[in-house]
């Protein structure tokens, strides 16, 4: 009420203290028991006693008065209900279970303002500007439909979204003045899908997923994940395994310029983050020769994902002040990695793609100086419901995994923070 610009009168035997700290003197406070004459001239009143009988009071007063009248928690005394509001102003959204569940409203507005990036409120005032300048360039109402449906689902609505107003009002422009036969040159969004759990994709990698014409996704995007995007956009599996590459990735990086040419909106979907060990540099290269727009949503990596599910924290001022991110798996198939610095104390280690490689890194750990009580852990599957975590020391960690049959994906994380697992650990 306050943000529509409302005036606001509490009336309470007790000022209370929240209120006063986050609203302070904008709001009028009167420290005393209601009274059948506070009802006043006031266009709008809500009752949140926890008094029964004193909520009836003020709704039968309000309602004799005239004045639109909520009591919490008391639909059957209300004569108007609260919605929950998604404000992108000027696009608003109210969702309302008629008073009967407001938790599961505010539930549905959290699951929709997933979908509805603050930036529409910038592309409904975008339009808007240009209502009359189309509608003077654009004299049937079916060619005006057209224009506006093209703003909103093509590349205009990209920019904005991400934060391009100037080139979103470029492009307007040249859409309106300068039409074209030819197709609008597409855009590829290069996407983090996280480590796995559906409910770790950010918000904007959902809506790209969801206005995608092509989806090119890796092993190590799920199908849950996948199931994510438009239910009909063309699907590419251009997945990777150790030694084994269903499409080159020369022949992905060219894939993704072809596809933008034609005007596709391309979503290259990439577990974990794109720019750690995804090469997702190496495919923006040849984006960036070509002249090919493109946008980057960082993704939730690995590390981070899934030391957190497995309750181990990368750093702790107990423990390790810095931490390393290393690949156990190098182009020419080796473990060559930087022993040395790898072997520096008070620092915790996060191997990515080491499962092949574990009886080599514990190895030349011990070799450059490592404890043989280092602690250890390997996360199989992280951050789903299929998620393991095996722990031990350098010694004897690979003869612990070698009686488990463990599959890729697997992180694998060095250091005495593993010691918290035991405690920290909150998933079964």
Not at 21 to 37: L, N
Not at 145 to 165: D, L, P, T
Not at 252 to 278: E, H, S, T, Y
Request: one cysteine or more; hydrophobic letters at 40%.
């Amino acid at each position: 009420m306050q943000s529509a610009g409302a005036k606001i009168t509490v009336i309470a035997p007790k000022a209370d203290a929240e209120l006063i700290s986050e609203f302070g003197d904008s709001i009028h406070y009167i420290t005393r028991p209601f009274r059948p004459d506070d009802i006043g001239d006031y266009r709008l009143i809500t009752a949140a006693t926890n008094d029964r009988s004193v909520n009836q009071l003020v709704s039968e007063l309000a309602q004799i008065n005239n004045i639109p009248v909520n009591v919490v928690d008391q639909p059957e005394l209300c004569s108007f209900i609260t919605p929950s509001i998604i404000d992108r102003s000027p696009v608003l959204i109210a969702i309302s279970t008629g008073g009967a569940a407001p938790v599961l409203a505010r539930t549905l507005r959290s699951k929709i303002e997933s979908l509805v990036p603050a930036a529409y409120g910038v592309l409904a005032s975008t339009m808007s500007s240009y209502r009359e300048a189309v509608r003077n360039k654009l004299s049937k109402e079916s060619e005006r439909r057209h224009f506006w449906e093209q703003v909103v689902n093509g590349g205009v609505a990209e920019h904005i979204f991400a934060g391009r107003q100037s080139d979103a009002m470029a492009l307007l422009e040249q859409q309106l003045n300068q039409p074209s036969t030819l197709p609008e040159m597409g855009e590829v969004s290069l996407v983090g899908a996280g480590p796995g759990d559906p409910d770790l994709l950010t918000f904007r990698a959902l809506r790209l997923m969801q206005a995608a014409d092509v989806v090119l996704y890796d092993r190590l995007v799920s199908p849950q994940i996948l199931d994510l995007s438009r239910r009909d956009a063309q699907r590419l599996y251009v997945g990777k395994r150790r030694s084994e590459h269903a499409v080159p990735q020369g022949e992905i990086n060219q894939l993704l310029v072809d596809l933008a040419l034609q005007g596709k909106k391309v979503v290259r979907l990439k577990g974990g983050d794109p720019f750690i060990f995804g090469r997702g540099g190496e495919e923006l290269e040849l984006l960036t020769q070509a002249g090919i727009p493109f946008q980057i949503v960082p993704g939730i990596t690995a590390a981070s994902g899934c030391s957190s599910y497995a309750g181990i924290p990368l750093t702790h001022r107990d423990h390790a002040q810095s931490c390393l991110f290393v690949t156990g798996h190098l182009k020419d198939g080796s473990v060559n990695l930087d022993w040395k610095q790898l072997s520096t104390p008070r620092q915790t280690v996060v191997i990515y793609m080491g499962l092949i490689g574990l009886p080599t890194i514990c190895q030349k750990l011990l070799e450059h100086g490592v404890s043989p009580e280092m602690q250890i852990a390997l996360i199989e599957q992280g951050t789903t419901a299929n998620q393991r975590v095996f722990t031990g020391s350098i010694s004897n960690i690979v003869e612990r995994v070698s009686a488990h049959e463990v599959h890729a994906p697997t992180l694998i994380i060095v250091g005495s923070v593993v010691s918290l697992h035991d405690k920290l650990a909150w998933r079964p």
